[in-house]
Nanobody
């Protein structure tokens, strides 16, 4: 069974940058042509939300908070999220997502904490 593994999270000051990576464990043939990054804050009632995704045709879909600051990219080995000008409100667990028909494969998440 394919498992997605995120890495690159951590603690950063506001205005700083992080680069998240997502790769597949146990299967080198996994396709990352369509992939996305989501996040979920620990704030009570906060739903998991789209950060940014890329379709198999290369179209990019941004969530409300990512445009202009976050960039998604992919290659055969994984999908990546470059996050610049981070803000305290970007603090969340970030999840990698691979759509698979009507379902999806999710990673376990990586924590990003932005201090003011």
């Amino acid at each position: 069974q394919v498992q997605l593994v995120e890495s690159g999270g951590g603690l950063v000051q506001a205005g700083g940058s992080l680069r998240l990576s997502c790769s597949a464990s146990g299967d080198s043939t996994v396709s990352f042509t369509a992939a996305g990054w989501y996040r979920q804050s620990r704030t009570p009632g906060k739903q998991r939300e789209l950060v940014v995704s890329i379709t198999n045709t290369g179209s990019i879909i941004y969530g409300d908070s990512a445009r202009g600051r976050f960039t998604i990219s992919r290659d055969n080995a994984g999908v990546y999220l470059q996050m610049n000008n981070l803000r305290p409100e970007d603090t969340a667990v970030y999840y990698c997502n691979l759509p698979r028909g009507r379902s999806a494969i999710w990673g376990q998440g990586t924590q990003v904490t932005v201090t003011s």
